[in-house]
Protein backbone atom coordinates (compact mmCIF):
# COMPACT_ATOMS: atom_id res chain seq x y z
CA UNK A 1 0.00 0.00 0.00
CA UNK A 2 1.22 3.31 -1.08
CA UNK A 3 1.88 6.32 1.17
CA UNK A 4 0.51 8.44 -1.40
CA UNK A 5 -2.65 7.84 -2.95
CA UNK A 6 -4.03 7.99 -6.10
CA UNK A 7 -6.73 6.95 -8.28
CA UNK A 8 -6.06 3.04 -10.22
CA UNK A 9 -7.46 3.91 -13.38
CA UNK A 10 -8.45 7.35 -15.61
CA UNK A 11 -10.12 7.71 -19.12
CA UNK A 12 -10.71 10.43 -21.59
CA UNK A 13 -11.47 10.74 -25.13
CA UNK A 14 -9.31 12.77 -27.61
CA UNK A 15 -8.80 16.66 -26.99
CA UNK A 16 -10.66 15.78 -23.54
CA UNK A 17 -9.48 17.39 -20.21
CA UNK A 18 -8.28 14.83 -17.44
CA UNK A 19 -7.09 15.00 -14.17
CA UNK A 20 -5.22 12.92 -12.24
CA UNK A 21 -4.99 13.35 -8.07
CA UNK A 22 -2.57 12.53 -5.44
CA UNK A 23 -3.49 12.46 -1.97
CA UNK A 24 -0.92 12.37 1.36
CA UNK A 25 -0.53 13.72 4.52
CA UNK A 26 1.07 16.87 6.60
CA UNK A 27 4.35 14.61 6.86
CA UNK A 28 4.54 14.39 2.79
CA UNK A 29 2.46 16.79 0.26
CA UNK A 30 1.59 18.92 3.24
CA UNK A 31 5.18 20.32 3.69
CA UNK A 32 7.00 19.42 0.14
CA UNK A 33 6.37 19.78 -3.39
CA UNK A 34 5.46 16.98 -5.75
CA UNK A 35 6.60 15.66 -8.91
CA UNK A 36 4.80 13.70 -11.66
CA UNK A 37 6.20 10.80 -13.82
CA UNK A 38 4.50 9.30 -17.57
CA UNK A 39 5.71 5.52 -17.66
CA UNK A 40 4.74 4.49 -20.90
CA UNK A 41 4.97 0.23 -21.61
CA UNK A 42 8.45 -1.33 -21.30
CA UNK A 43 10.24 1.88 -20.44
CA UNK A 44 11.49 4.25 -17.76
CA UNK A 45 9.29 6.45 -15.78
CA UNK A 46 9.80 9.62 -17.45
CA UNK A 47 10.00 13.36 -15.25
CA UNK A 48 6.85 15.76 -16.95
CA UNK A 49 6.31 17.80 -13.09
CA UNK A 50 8.49 18.84 -10.95
CA UNK A 51 8.15 21.30 -7.76
CA UNK A 52 4.22 20.65 -7.93
CA UNK A 53 3.67 22.65 -11.69
CA UNK A 54 7.07 23.15 -13.18
CA UNK A 55 7.59 21.51 -16.35
CA UNK A 56 11.23 20.46 -17.80
CA UNK A 57 11.63 21.11 -20.93
CA UNK A 58 10.04 19.49 -23.86
CA UNK A 59 7.39 18.42 -21.67
CA UNK A 60 3.93 20.01 -23.83
CA UNK A 61 2.08 22.78 -21.95
CA UNK A 62 -1.07 20.35 -22.00
CA UNK A 63 0.47 19.13 -18.80
CA UNK A 64 0.12 21.31 -15.90
CA UNK A 65 0.56 20.58 -12.30
CA UNK A 66 -1.23 21.87 -9.26
CA UNK A 67 -0.90 20.94 -4.73
CA UNK A 68 -3.54 22.54 -2.64
CA UNK A 69 -3.05 21.42 1.14
CA UNK A 70 -2.07 17.63 1.11
CA UNK A 71 -2.97 17.03 -2.60
CA UNK A 72 -1.70 17.47 -5.97
CA UNK A 73 -2.96 16.97 -9.27
CA UNK A 74 -2.02 16.09 -12.67
CA UNK A 75 -4.01 17.87 -15.69
CA UNK A 76 -3.97 16.80 -19.14
CA UNK A 77 -5.73 18.87 -21.37
CA UNK A 78 -5.91 18.31 -25.30
CA UNK A 79 -5.90 14.51 -24.64
CA UNK A 80 -3.99 12.55 -27.16
CA UNK A 81 -3.34 8.89 -27.97
CA UNK A 82 -0.23 9.38 -26.87
CA UNK A 83 -0.68 10.36 -23.48
CA UNK A 84 -2.23 6.50 -22.95
CA UNK A 85 0.19 5.89 -20.15
CA UNK A 86 0.69 5.19 -16.56
CA UNK A 87 1.21 8.11 -14.19
CA UNK A 88 3.11 8.41 -10.57
CA UNK A 89 3.32 11.37 -8.12
CA UNK A 90 6.07 11.69 -5.94
CA UNK A 91 7.21 13.58 -2.96
CA UNK A 92 9.41 13.91 0.17
CA UNK A 93 8.43 12.25 3.46
CA UNK A 94 9.37 13.89 6.81
CA UNK A 95 8.74 10.72 9.15
CA UNK A 96 10.55 8.13 6.49
CA UNK A 97 13.17 10.48 5.75
CA UNK A 98 12.90 9.82 2.07
CA UNK A 99 11.14 9.58 -1.20
CA UNK A 100 7.42 8.35 -1.57
CA UNK A 101 5.49 7.51 -4.27
CA UNK A 102 1.65 7.03 -5.71
CA UNK A 103 0.49 3.63 -6.22
CA UNK A 104 -0.04 4.80 -10.50
CA UNK A 105 -2.59 5.65 -12.45
CA UNK A 106 -3.59 3.90 -15.47
CA UNK A 107 -4.71 6.48 -18.16
CA UNK A 108 -6.69 5.22 -21.40
CA UNK A 109 -7.56 7.41 -24.61
CA UNK A 110 -10.65 6.03 -25.23
CA UNK B 1 23.81 15.12 -20.92
CA UNK B 2 24.07 12.50 -17.73
CA UNK B 3 23.13 9.20 -18.61
CA UNK B 4 22.61 5.91 -16.13
CA UNK B 5 22.92 2.26 -17.00
CA UNK B 6 22.13 -0.53 -14.80
CA UNK B 7 23.91 -4.04 -15.00
CA UNK B 8 24.06 -7.17 -12.76
CA UNK B 9 22.58 -10.57 -12.68
CA UNK B 10 19.01 -10.79 -14.07
CA UNK B 11 18.45 -14.21 -11.99
CA UNK B 12 19.17 -14.69 -8.34
CA UNK B 13 18.53 -17.84 -6.38
CA UNK B 14 16.50 -17.74 -3.34
CA UNK B 15 18.07 -16.30 0.43
CA UNK B 16 21.54 -15.30 -2.44
CA UNK B 17 21.98 -11.44 -2.26
CA UNK B 18 21.65 -9.30 -5.13
CA UNK B 19 24.51 -7.48 -6.76
CA UNK B 20 23.74 -4.36 -9.01
CA UNK B 21 26.09 -1.62 -10.22
CA UNK B 22 24.96 1.57 -11.92
CA UNK B 23 27.28 3.24 -14.56
CA UNK B 24 26.88 7.32 -14.81
CA UNK B 25 28.50 8.72 -17.57
CA UNK B 26 28.35 12.57 -18.21
CA UNK B 27 28.94 13.72 -14.81
CA UNK B 28 31.11 12.97 -11.83
CA UNK B 29 29.35 11.46 -9.07
CA UNK B 30 31.98 12.86 -6.99
CA UNK B 31 31.01 16.52 -7.90
CA UNK B 32 27.54 16.38 -6.36
CA UNK B 33 23.59 14.93 -6.13
CA UNK B 34 22.07 12.20 -4.44
CA UNK B 35 22.11 9.10 -6.38
CA UNK B 36 19.41 6.13 -5.85
CA UNK B 37 17.93 3.27 -6.69
CA UNK B 38 14.05 2.58 -7.47
CA UNK B 39 12.11 -0.81 -7.81
CA UNK B 40 8.92 -1.97 -9.78
CA UNK B 41 7.57 -5.44 -9.38
CA UNK B 42 6.27 -6.54 -13.29
CA UNK B 43 2.60 -4.97 -13.43
CA UNK B 44 3.29 -2.92 -10.21
CA UNK B 45 4.11 0.58 -8.91
CA UNK B 46 6.99 1.97 -8.25
CA UNK B 47 9.26 1.83 -5.10
CA UNK B 48 11.90 4.02 -3.70
CA UNK B 49 15.05 1.42 -2.27
CA UNK B 50 17.78 3.47 -1.00
CA UNK B 51 19.92 6.89 -2.21
CA UNK B 52 23.31 7.73 -1.62
CA UNK B 53 24.58 11.07 -1.57
CA UNK B 54 28.04 12.35 -3.40
CA UNK B 55 30.16 12.23 0.31
CA UNK B 56 28.79 8.78 1.26
CA UNK B 57 25.53 9.43 3.23
CA UNK B 58 23.17 6.77 2.80
CA UNK B 59 19.36 6.66 2.87
CA UNK B 60 17.07 3.72 3.40
CA UNK B 61 13.52 2.59 2.68
CA UNK B 62 12.81 1.49 6.22
CA UNK B 63 11.14 -1.83 4.77
CA UNK B 64 14.04 -2.72 3.42
CA UNK B 65 16.58 -1.39 5.55
CA UNK B 66 18.23 -4.37 7.30
CA UNK B 67 18.51 -5.98 3.59
CA UNK B 68 19.84 -3.67 1.99
CA UNK B 69 23.34 -1.34 1.01
CA UNK B 70 24.07 1.17 -1.54
CA UNK B 71 27.77 2.24 -1.88
CA UNK B 72 29.37 4.85 -4.20
CA UNK B 73 32.59 3.88 -6.20
CA UNK B 74 34.15 6.86 -7.51
CA UNK B 75 36.87 6.22 -9.58
CA UNK B 76 34.46 4.18 -11.40
CA UNK B 77 32.09 6.66 -11.46
CA UNK B 78 29.41 4.39 -10.39
CA UNK B 79 27.83 3.69 -7.61
CA UNK B 80 26.16 -0.09 -6.18
CA UNK B 81 22.84 -1.67 -4.94
CA UNK B 82 23.58 -5.38 -2.54
CA UNK B 83 20.34 -6.84 -1.64
CA UNK B 84 20.29 -10.16 0.30
CA UNK B 85 18.47 -12.85 1.51
CA UNK B 86 16.64 -12.19 -1.93
CA UNK B 87 13.04 -13.70 -2.15
CA UNK B 88 10.10 -14.13 -4.65
CA UNK B 89 9.14 -10.59 -3.38
CA UNK B 90 12.44 -8.96 -4.84
CA UNK B 91 11.31 -9.81 -8.65
CA UNK B 92 11.19 -6.87 -9.60
CA UNK B 93 12.65 -4.46 -12.56
CA UNK B 94 15.76 -2.30 -10.85
CA UNK B 95 16.64 1.65 -11.77
CA UNK B 96 19.44 3.45 -10.80
CA UNK B 97 18.36 7.32 -11.06
CA UNK B 98 19.91 10.68 -9.98
CA UNK B 99 17.89 12.86 -7.30
CA UNK B 100 17.75 16.54 -7.37
CA UNK B 101 16.49 17.96 -4.13
CA UNK B 102 16.45 21.99 -2.98
CA UNK B 103 14.92 23.28 0.22
CA UNK B 104 12.49 25.91 0.09
CA UNK B 105 11.73 27.69 3.16
CA UNK B 106 8.37 28.03 1.85
CA UNK B 107 7.90 25.30 0.02
CA UNK B 108 10.10 22.54 1.74
CA UNK B 109 11.72 19.79 -0.26
CA UNK B 110 11.69 19.78 -3.91
CA UNK B 111 12.75 15.93 -5.09
CA UNK B 112 12.72 14.13 -8.20
CA UNK B 113 14.79 11.11 -9.91
CA UNK B 114 15.83 12.48 -12.96
CA UNK B 115 17.31 11.19 -15.41
CA UNK B 116 17.00 6.98 -14.85
CA UNK B 117 18.60 4.28 -16.36
CA UNK B 118 16.60 1.69 -18.63
CA UNK B 119 16.03 -0.63 -15.81
CA UNK B 120 17.44 -4.89 -15.42
CA UNK B 121 14.65 -6.92 -14.75
CA UNK B 122 15.93 -9.51 -11.76
CA UNK B 123 13.80 -12.94 -11.16
CA UNK B 124 14.36 -14.67 -8.08
CA UNK B 125 14.32 -18.32 -8.30
CA UNK B 126 16.24 -21.87 -7.91
Known amino acids: QSVLTQPPSASGTPGQRVTISCSGSSSNIGSNTVAWYQQLPGTAPKLIMYTNSQRPSGVPDRFSGSKSGTSASLAISGLQSEDEADYYC???????????FGGGTKLTVL | QVQLQESGPGLVKPSETLSLTCAVS?????????WGWIRQPPGKGLEWVATIFHSGTTFYNPSLESRVTISLDKPKNQFSLKLTSMTAADRAIYYCARLVTYYHDTNGYSIWFDPWGPGTLVTVSS
Open chain 1, 90 to 100: ITWDDNLNGPV
Open chain 2, 26 to 34: GYSISTGYY
